[in-house]
């Protein structure tokens, strides 16, 4: 729970660690020596007598489920084996600040009681609406999560002495400036590659061959050409959606409605954009020109680098999180891609392209009513559908069918044929009434029932119930030759062009190995060469395949290499190699060094728990952590 409000006072990054520590030992398995004594039956765990507390770990335990059931559609789902895990993983961390604690005890280190008093009143979520500490509010704070004033100061004096253990600990992880420049260097080194593109458009394919050869490719791929298991399946769904259906819904509704909701479907207009912030008006007007006659981004970051100005992207952006007025007003007024500028504002001179508008929305209810009418439904229903499926399963204990159900229940029921990814014969999705996780769940029942069995009436994700009845199974089986001909010969044809691609651009490597330029070749098979823009082990441009961009750092200037791509093939050959200049870039490699830093301290930080971890005496409570665990998120 302190590490809840230490998070938003943004202190010590130390504590966000015990999160990865979490990973490193995340089976128990900790090198401890295991007391002889049995567990604690009060406590998860004891770490050389300490105790640490089941209601500490039934905390930690509820916030990480809390975010883990948001990955499941119906968080009653989560199997067990998460449950287990994250329990593992929240014992791990408890035990491994439990070990730091009783370092930092033994070592007599104390937080004064002014430092306690700092410490609480710079937490944000303490503050009033004056911006200062709030006595009230640190009190109301405290009641909402179950802490008293007394438990809360002794929580952040132990926080602030472990603080001092980890800084002492820390203290002389600092990189080498030459492990600093190794990195910069290797991160920063930049490479082009001359590239021709030998594409599958453009080629004439071949006629087709004589069925011989046709159904020679069939049969060698014959799963192509395979149609899937179907299944004939009669369904009833009772779910907010079919029972909202049903209900009346009157106009005055729907507005009172709509206006509580509004918000919810408005949004302001945005726009993406491109900016460059120069010192000084003179090399805005300089890099302008160059931008408006058509350079890249790409060319326009290298130009803004070697001036000193700085390059951005603002993404869906609105105009009031444009931190410059005069910055927004320009942007909001320009068209699709033309370059505005240089524009005047306090930071200096600024270049804007627009690379992307999204209109505002403001829909009226006459634009939301099929929308509007089914929310109201849904919400109306959860009220309730429990009673109504209530009484479908007693329909279906006292015999009724599947198809026996009354019209007044609100329930949904249909038939089709359909095959397990839920498409029918044409290749449509089937008209099943549930969507999301709840029509993957009917679909996969369908699938697993027997012919002439009627699943139970059961209650699926999003609080959809459902029986499915599986009346006639269609095995899969290869369609005949004749029915799939046409296709067999589309594909035998695109399978000929890319051959036939692959060939040229094959002879065109060979002939580059064999010590022709790249240029010659290319000309010589009337094929253009283009230069790339600059690649760097952590940027491609959009032009350049990812693969090839990879690749580039193995080579030596001149050497070829070859690719597929989606849409032909790429011959290739490495034009040159800039290594940076570190010296002239004193912010990127002040960027390399706190990161290098902020990596060898939580190493040192990782290493120095595992020892305390190893030399402890730990004694895990298995039995009340796997109570807790099977319980704690609810």
Do not use: C
Not at 164 to 179: E, I, N, Y
Not at 348 to 354: D, H, P
């Amino acid at each position: 729970m302190l590490g809840f409000f230490r998070n938003l006072a943004a202190t010590w990054p130390a504590r966000l660690l015990f999160l990865a520590l979490a990973a490193a030992f995340v089976v128990w398995g900790v090198s401890g020596k295991i007391s002889s004594g049995g567990p604690d039956p009060t406590s998860v765990a004891t770490v050389d007598d300490a105790r640490v507390s089941a209601v500490s770990f039934q905390q930690q335990f509820h916030q990480t489920m809390q975010r883990v059931t948001q990955q499941f559609p119906d968080p009653t789902q989560v199997p067990p084996f998460y449950r287990k895990q994250i329990g593992d993983e929240t014992l791990q961390r408890l035990v491994t600040q439990q070990a730091i604690d009783n370092e930092a005890q033994r070592m007599g280190l104390v937080a004064p009681d002014r430092a306690v008093q700092a410490s609480i009143t710079a937490i944000p979520a303490f503050q009033g609406m004056t911006g200062k500490f709030d006595h009230d509010t640190y009190l109301q704070v405290l009641r909402q999560n179950n802490l008293t004033p007394v438990l809360f100061q002794d929580m952040t004096r132990l926080d602030i002495v472990k603080d001092q253990l980890l800084q002492a600990v820390v203290a002389g992880s600092a990189p080498s400036a030459t492990m600093s420049k190794l990195v910069y260097n290797y991160f920063n080194e930049t490479r082009h590659a001359d590239m021709v593109q030998v594409p599958f458009a453009g080629r004439t394919p071949p006629a087709a061959p004589k069925d011989s050869i046709l159904q020679r490719y069939y049969a060698n791929n014959i799963k192509k050409y395979t149609a899937p298991e179907y299944r004939h399946i009669r369904m009833v769904i009772l779910s907010p959606q079919t029972i909202g259906r049903s209900l009346p819904i009157t106009d005055a509704d729907m507005r009172t409605w709509y206006d509580a909701h509004r918000a919810e479907f408005s949004a302001p207009e945005t726009r993406s954009l491109q900016v460059i912030t120069f010192g000084t008006v003179q090399d805005a007007q300089k890099l302008a020109v160059m931008w408006k006659s058509g350079a890249s981004w790409d060319v326009m970051q290298a130009a803004a680098k070697a001036t000193g100005a700085t390059a951005t992207t603002l993404d869906n952006t609105t105009s009031q999180a444009i931190p410059a007025p005069e910055l927004a007003q320009a942007a909001f007024a320009a068209k699709l891609n033309d370059v505005i500028g240089p524009i005047k504002e306090p930071l200096g001179f600024q270049l804007v392209r627009v690379t992307a508008m999204t209109a505002a929305k403001n829909p009226a209810l006459a634009d939301l009513r099929d929308t509007i009418r089914d929310r109201i439904g849904s919400e109306r229903a959860m009220d309730v559908i429990d009673a109504r499926a209530q009484k479908l399963q007693d329909l279906f204990a006292g015999g009724n069918r599947i198809d026996e159900v009354p019209g007044d229940i609100g329930a949904a029921g249909d038939q089709g044929t359909l095959d397990a990814q839920g498409n029918t014969r044409d290749g449509t999705p089937a008209p099943i009434p549930a969507t999301g996780a709840a029509r993957t769940k009917i679909i996969a029942d369908a699938f697993a029932a027997k012919k002439g069995e009627t699943t139970q009436f059961t209650e699926g994700p999003d609080h959809v119930w459902y029986a499915v009845q599986v009346d006639e199974i269609t095995p899969a089986a290869p369609r005949p030759f004749a029915e799939v001909r046409e296709r067999v010969v589309s594909d035998w044809q695109t399978e000929q062009v890319h051959h036939d691609a692959e060939e040229d651009a094959a002879r065109l490597l060979a002939t580059v190995k064999g010590g022709q330029a790249l240029a010659a070749a290319a000309w010589g098979s009337g094929r253009q060469v283009t230069r790339s823009a600059p690649v760097t082990r952590t940027h491609t441009p959009p032009t350049v395949p990812a693969e090839l961009a990879q690749i580039l750092f193995t080579l030596k200037v001149g050497e070829a290499t070859m690719l597929a791509t989606p849409n032909g093939f790429v011959v290739a050959t490495l034009a040159d190699i800039v290594h940076p200049d570190a010296k002239g870039d004193a912010e990127g490699m002040k960027q390399v060094n706190d990161g290098l830093a902020r990596a060898l301290r939580d190493v040192t930080i990782e290493s120095y728990a595992h020892a305390l971890l190893a030399d402890a005496h730990v004694v895990p409570n298995e039995a009340l952590v796997q109570q807790l665990s099977s319980q704690g998120d609810q």
